[in-house]
């Protein structure tokens, strides 16, 4: 992994490079949390779960396009039927599943937990690489044990967030239930509209909040699931754009025929309100092309790792939005849980950053004559890593 303050000569406007890959992840993070209290806010004024995504995946795929096209002809091996069938594969799972799921999950819950959850993903993809046998657990390292004691955790965080939401210790006024609790009267009208301004920015009160969970779980396993079965099309396939662009347009076919089956009211495909527009350009413009954009160059410049440790950053800032804008209540047993994740991340990521140490250490041991063979494979492994924001490029570290 490359240290992010390891070349200070690459610099714009006479930054440092460290600084500005720091700035960027922290603007990346409040960018993912903006999507998860934008979402929150679409799902809430009643655009539909269905349609959400369709147009998400729209302005995603013109995004990813001109760039996949442009950037990757001379990378980009012919295409065939075994590789449409991967793509449309890579698609049900990593799109529609991923998507489809936390969507459902958001709704039932809140972006907080969302996000919380979100942190099990590395420890989720390390136990299932161990499970289809692409990594080996070496208990007699302390990197083997780390890992799986970080998995641990994150499964008993998600655990208890799922079956012990507990008291609320928090909860806060939003500034719009404020101003008409001391502006209000006894009138009916005004009672009516408190009710519908409030339907807005509530947070799943009446709503499953276990079965949200379950929804959310199901979308950190879909992305498991998809980062572990990229790895290998990608070997075969290494255009990483255009495997993108080919799972986004798979996904939209797929979301187009589920909405056409299942959403049969024309209302639902038409935009209401600025704030539903705003939260489909939102969801596709900010979070899969701006986001995709600068975590491909924070993962190029500091490794995978570097970029992972920020996502309990996100967390935080969630909280504090979805608190501002959504006023949402914080329960017992999702911080609790959120806790357990964040500790079971960093025990995860220190266990990869370990091994990566220990992998470094034995290669001029094992092969010091071909030193510009390895440095040809280095280089082939961090454009490698840019496939796969959360684990390392080759399966050994997963």
């Known amino acids: 992994m490359a240290e992010p303050g390891g070349s200070d000569k690459r610099s714009w ?45 729209i302005i995603a795929l013109l ?30 799972i990593g799109i529609t599943a991923n998507q489809g799921f936390y969507l459902l999950g958001l709704d039932n819950t809140s972006p907080t937990f969302a996000s919380a959850i979100q942190n099990s993903v590395p420890a989720i993809t390390f136990l299932m690489a161990v499970i289809l046998r692409i990594e080996q657990v070496r208990l007699n390292r302390k990197d083997g044990i780390a890992k799986v004691a970080g998995t641990i955790f994150c499964v008993a965080g998600a655990s208890v967030i799922t079956l012990y939401k507990g008291p609320a210790i928090y909860s806060p006024t939003p500034p719009l239930q404020t101003m008409m609790m001391s502006s209000a009267s006894s009138s009916v009208s005004m009672s009516s509209f408190t ?134 209540e914080f329960y017992l047993g999702g911080i609790i849980g959120a806790v357990l994740i964040i500790v079971g991340l960093y025990a995860v990521l220190w266990g990869k950053s370990e091994e990566r140490k220990f992998a470094q250490a034995r290669v001029p041991i094992q092969s010091t004559p071909s030193d510009s063979v390895h440095s040809n494979n280095r280089k082939s492994q961090t454009k490698t890593s840019l496939t796969q924001p959360l684990i390392p490029p080759s399966t050994e570290n997963v």
């Open 13 to 57: 406007c006479s930054v440092p490079e460290k600084f500005q890959l720091h700035g960027a992840m922290l603007a990346l993070q409040f960018g993912y949390a903006g999507f998860h209290v934008v979402s929150r806010f679409a799902l809430n004024m009643g655009i539909s779960k269905l349609v959400f995504p369709v147009y998400r995946n």
């Open 195 to 328: 009710t519908s301004a409030m339907s807005v920015l509530g947070d799943a009160k009446g709503k499953s909040w276990t079965l949200g969970c379950l929804y959310l779980i199901g979308h950190c396993l879909s992305w498991s699931a998809w980062l572990v079965l990229q790895s290998p099309v990608l070997k075969k396939y290494p255009a990483r754009l255009s495997v993108t662009s080919y799972t986004c347009f798979f996904g939209l076919i797929q979301f187009i025929i589920i909405a056409a089956v299942f959403e049969r009211d024309a209302q639902a495909w038409i935009f209401h309100s600025g704030g539903e527009a705003f939260s489909i350009l939102y969801a596709g413009v900010v979070a899969s092309g701006i986001a995709f954009a600068v975590q491909i160059w924070c993962i190029d410049r500091g490794g995978p790792v570097f970029v992972a440790v920020y996502q309990p950053v996100q967390t935080l800032v969630v909280a504090i939005m979805a608190s501002v804008a959504l006023g949402e």
């Open 63 to 92: 995004l990813l396009l001109p760039f996949a096209y442009f950037l990757e002809k001379k990378d980009r091996p012919p295409i065939n039927l075994n590789f449409l069938v991967q793509f449309f594969c890579l698609a049900l």
